[in-house]
């Protein structure tokens, strides 16, 4: 073949490569909140995606890349804003195609699901059938312990089975409302799976065995308290638990190695998590997230936003407003008489201890929010902190200090809030008075 016949063919080669792959247009974002200016920056570390993600003024987030011929397990950390992930990721299936949300420590975040089980060895398993029981009954627990309704209308089910595995992604867009953090949510999802879990015999919590032990209630019987157990039979809990174990009956799956196992997967629920994203597949597998065929989740129409768009912001764990929130917390207590799920809007606890941790991430902000509450002989305090990732704003509740801007007085019952937003550098004041709810104070630097 000649030179000239080679030149052909490569170009031939690029083109239809080009038409298979096409370039995208270069991210042009429009004056509008949802559009910040262009952040793409590459990391080594999530460490240090981290921390330049919290430094930026831009609405930015931390993802994880995986690349085929890198080493396995082997990421980079990408960080940028929604919308400009979005512009690319639609286009480059192929160098974005094993990508991650990272769930930041701390973040307010949506109850969330990863859902598999080993098709050969769970020949007589219904999938579908055990993703809609388990929503219901989700739902169900939402109801009771929350009062919060919801239905399968508010799951984002997404699919990336395989003929060996049966996978799923479920997202839980609820109605004003999310977990304080994916911990919070391990917990919940936890305690409410317990009777499966105990059935079982086994340990498969995400908390320690103390943790577990007080967090769900259920301890070792000591020997001298043996014979009761009869008479413990007859309680109206353990009758209850005892439905809820064969009415649980359909999460218990076998790995492949004929091992029991849950269907759920409770190890999902950690710290600076990495979440497969709509769209992916894992380095190596063609398997990608799509849409699951029963899904009946609609993701609300969003101007400027494509339908399919809308589908990638609804599955993403941490993009939740701080508008109108209510913030779910499930708190380890101290003692069994003291179990139960709080709401943060709910009634004051210890002002000490900020919903299990004494400091936000954010030692030095709330040093200086101390300092606005502490004023005039008051000694206010930080009673919980809420930290919003998508949009970066620290939520301080505050506790023995109700200065309302906007009646000039002190309230005589509801609470405030102080807000930091960490992308601006400012801060402002809001309240719980239901009279203020609408209420924002002046930004002060």
């Not at 989700?138 to 209308?153: A, P």
């Not at 879990?197 to 019987?221: H, K, M, W, Y």
């Not at 301080?396 to 906007?406: F, S």
């Amino acid at each position: 073949m000649s030179k000239w016949g080679e030149r052909m063919q490569k170009v031939e080669q690029l083109a239809q490569s080009f038409q298979l792959n096409p370039l995208a247009t270069r991210y042009k974002p429009r004056l509008w909140p949802c559009q910040p200016s262009s952040v793409w920056k590459l990391f080594p570390r999530q460490s240090l995606a981290i921390s330049f993600a919290q430094s930026c003024k831009e609405a930015v987030h931390v993802f994880a890349l995986e690349k085929e011929k890198a080493t396995l397990g082997q990421r980079i950390y990408l960080v940028t804003s929604y919308s400009e992930l979005w512009h690319y990721y639609r286009t480059y299936t192929h160098s974005l195609m094993h990508c991650y949300e990272v769930i930041p420590e701390g973040a307010v975040c949506k109850l969330y699901f990863d859902l598999e089980f080993h098709k050969p060895s769970n020949k007589g398993a219904d999938g579908k059938t055990m993703v809609s029981s388990l929503i219901q009954y989700v739902c169900d627990k939402l109801l009771e312990l929350y009062g919060i309704e919801c239905s399968t209308k508010n799951v984002l089910n997404l699919d990336s089975s395989t003929e060996e595995k049966f996978s799923r992604h479920l997202i839980f867009n609820l109605q004003k409302a999310a977990f304080k953090d994916n911990i919070h949510v391990g917990r919940f999802i936890h305690t409410i799976l317990e009777p499966v879990q105990l059935s079982r015999g086994a340990d498969v919590g995400v908390n320690s065995a103390a943790e577990n032990c007080a967090a769900s209630r259920t301890c070792a019987v000591p020997e001298g308290k043996a014979t009761k157990l009869g008479e413990e039979a007859e309680n109206p809990l353990t009758k209850r638990r005892k439905k809820e174990e064969t009415d649980l009956r359909f999460l218990r799956v076998k790995n492949k190695d004929g091992q029991d196992c849950l269907f759920v997967d409770l190890g999902v629920y950690t710290k600076n998590r990495n979440f497969r994203l709509y769209k992916s597949s894992k380095v190596g597998k063609n398997a990608a997230f799509t849409v699951a065929d029963d899904n009946q989740f609609i993701a609300k129409p969003e101007k400027a936003f494509s339908a399919e768009e809308s589908v990638f912001l609804a599955s993403l764990v941490c993009n939740v407003s701080f508008t109108g929130q209510r913030i779910l917390t499930w708190d380890i207590p101290d003692t069994k008489e003291s179990k139960r799920p709080h709401c943060q809007q709910g009634t004051a606890t210890n002002p000490a201890s900020l919903s299990g941790c004494l400091m936000s991430p954010h030692q030095e902000v709330d040093s200086f929010v101390l300092t606005v509450v502490r004023k005039d002989g008051i000694q206010g305090s930080i009673r919980r902190w809420n930290y919003f990732a998508a949009e970066q704003l620290l939520v301080y509740d505050i506790a023995n200090y109700r200065w309302c801007e906007n009646v000039e007085r002190f309230h005589k019952s509801n609470n405030i809030m102080i807000v930091v937003d960490l992308k601006e550098e400012v801060w402002y004041q809001k309240c719980h008075d239901p009279d203020c709810r609408s209420f924002r104070s002046s930004s002060m630097l």
